[in-house]
């Protein structure tokens, strides 16, 4: 979703939509829920029970396809991974 919201070539709506409308962020050291869904080209995610993004569009991403988990240069760890199709 950060690759959205930096990306000057995308519409200005599909920026504001990839952009967290709130900051739900767990205080440093402690654990971070996220609750992600995608439908079709459609994202909302939960963290911490908090809805950052719903309903954005995302023009391009495949209906199929890997997953990727990443980190922008940080220690991370990821646990409890549930993938479900819909």
Avoid: C
């Amino acid at each position: 979703v950060w690759g959205y919201r930096t990306d000057g070539s995308m519409p200005a709506e599909v920026r504001a939509g990839a952009t967290p409308n709130h900051a739900a962020d767990a205080e440093v050291g402690k654990w971070n829920r996220f609750f992600i869904r995608m439908r079709g080209s459609k994202i909302s995610v939960t963290l911490n029970g908090v809805t950052v993004i719903e309903d954005a569009d995302l023009p391009g991403v495949p209906e199929r396809g890997p997953i990727a988990l990443q980190s922008h240069g940080s220690n991370i760890r990821f646990s409890n991974i549930l993938i479900r199709p819909h």
